[in-house]
Each structure stands twice: as C-alpha cells, then as structure tokens.
C-alpha cells in the first residue's frame, strides 16, 4: 500500500500525458493484418536483432504512420523478454499535453518507473529534491534524469511517433542526438519528411536507416482494407451484392485512387 501511495504521488508530481488513447485510437482504426509488411522487413528485423540501433520512418501526412507505430507496439510487447524494457510517446497536434519536449521527459520518466525496478532511486532523488514532489523540476534536471534512468534497463526500445507535431523540436532534436551514447537504446522514430528533421537527424542516423514508408506497400494495406469494407459493410452488401461487378468496380476505382493515403 505504501508503495501504490508513493507511485501515485510521483504520478502526481509529473503529470505524464496518457499515451494509451493515442495507441487504443490507432488500434480502432487499424484494419487486421495491415502494417505487418514493415514487421518482415529487414530494416525491423535487423533492428529487431540489434545490428542496426536507430530507424527514423517517414511519409506522407495521412499515410497511417501513427496506425503503424501502434502495429509495432503490439508486435514488441507480446515478444517482448524480461530484459526488454519498451516506452512509447505520442506527439499530437490535437493534444496539447502531447505537443512539446517536457511532456515526453515526463512520460518516458514515469513509465521507467513504473517498469523497470533499477531506474526507481534516480526519479525518488529528484522527487525528493523538489521538496518530496512539492515543487516541479525544470526541464534540464529531467533530462539528466531521465538520461541516468535510460541506462538501467538491459535493453530499451523506444518508440516515438510524429516527430513533426513536436512545437520544441530544437530541444527534442538535442536530446535525441544524445541517444547514441547509451548503448542499451534502440529507437524507432516516425514523422513527416521536413528539412528540419532530416538535418536534425542526419548526423546521427545513417542514411540507410532512414527508411522512406512504401507507397506501394500502403496502397496494398488500403486496398485490403477496401476490399473488406465492400464484403462485409452491411451498406454495400445491401445495395450492391446481386451485382459483383460494380463490386469489383468499386474495389478497382477506390483502390487505385489512394495514392499512399
């Protein structure tokens, strides 16, 4: 009981924006069977393995990247060891809790917390020099924090989706250019292609692990996702089952028109 009243008095204190509606949003809208395409190629599988440590994915707005990171999520916590310690954080537009570099410190803070055991004294240490939790840290204590807290886990994926919609990326670039140096930290990272991110970027991930989203590969995973809506969607069976053909035609015209959105 001590121990429950303590975690959510450091909950409390930090105020972590809930990431799980982002993730259960994304699940919602997500077609089966859909994204398991980058879950086979060598780019995660390698990450997977360890052999490559960094993977930044870009694409179009609108190309289901958000829908794809929680495809991932799912994929690594049900295969994930006891030694493996994954975080996630959302950035969002919508949501102003989910929009700039402090937010996600305090996310990734409370969910080592919560997750990894070793990481606990490094966040009671702030905690207690902020007056037990009565007074807020700023942003650069956090960091140092939170940076400690990253090299207790064995092995720590993190997964961070829409880069883009970040309103701090120069802090937020910054940071994550010190990632290399914990050799623990395997990322994956999502945005829209832009200048900004890619210079902020570049130096550290190498090029081959900037990994464009296949426009192809989307078409597919729409094209899948028409072709269930028309077989099983009460209002087009209703309407149209006697006539296959206008079926087919809609599949045909839908499908071709996506253009990786």
């Known amino acids: 009981m001590k121990s429950d009243i303590h975690l959510d008095k450091v909950r409390k204190w930090l105020s972590p924006p ?46 289901g990247k ?14 994930q060891t006891e030694s493996c310690v994954t975080l996630d954080f959302f950035f969002d537009f919508r949501d102003k809790g989910k929009q700039q570099f ?68 120069s802090e937020l670039l910054k940071w994550m250019k010190t990632l290399p140096e914990l050799a623990s930290v395997h990322l994956i990272a999502t945005s829209r292609w832009e200048e900004e991110l890619e210079s902020g970027l570049s130096g550290w991930i190498d090029k081959e692990n900037t990994v464009p989203i296949d426009r192809d590969l989307v078409n597919a995973d729409i094209r899948s996702y028409i072709k269930a809506r028309l077989e099983v969607g009460e209002e087009f069976q209703k309407r149209w089952a006697s006539r296959p053909a206008v079926l087919e035609e809609l599949e045909a015209e839908l499908g071709g028109m996506a253009g990786g959105m």
């Open 102 to 169: 402090d937010n996600l410190l305090r996310s990734l803070a409370f969910q080592l917390y919560s997750q990894c055991a070793n990481s606990l004294k490094d966040l009671d240490s702030l905690f207690a020099s902020y007056d037990d939790g009565r007074k807020q840290p700023t942003t650069d204590p956090l960091s140092r924090s939170v940076h400690i807290m990253m090299q207790r886990p064995k092995k720590l994926q993190i997964i961070l989706d829409a880069l883009d919609e970040c309103v701090t990326r």
């Open 18 to 63: 809930d990431t799980s509606t982002n993730v259960n949003a994304a699940k919602e809208k997500r077609h089966k069977g859909t994204g398991t395409w980058f879950l086979a190629s060598a780019a995660f599988l390698e990450w997977k393995s360890g052999s490559r440590r960094h993977l930044w994915l870009h694409g179009l707005a609108g190309c």
């Open 66 to 79: 958000t829908v794809l990171t929680s495809t991932i999520l799912d994929h690594l916590r049900d295969t």
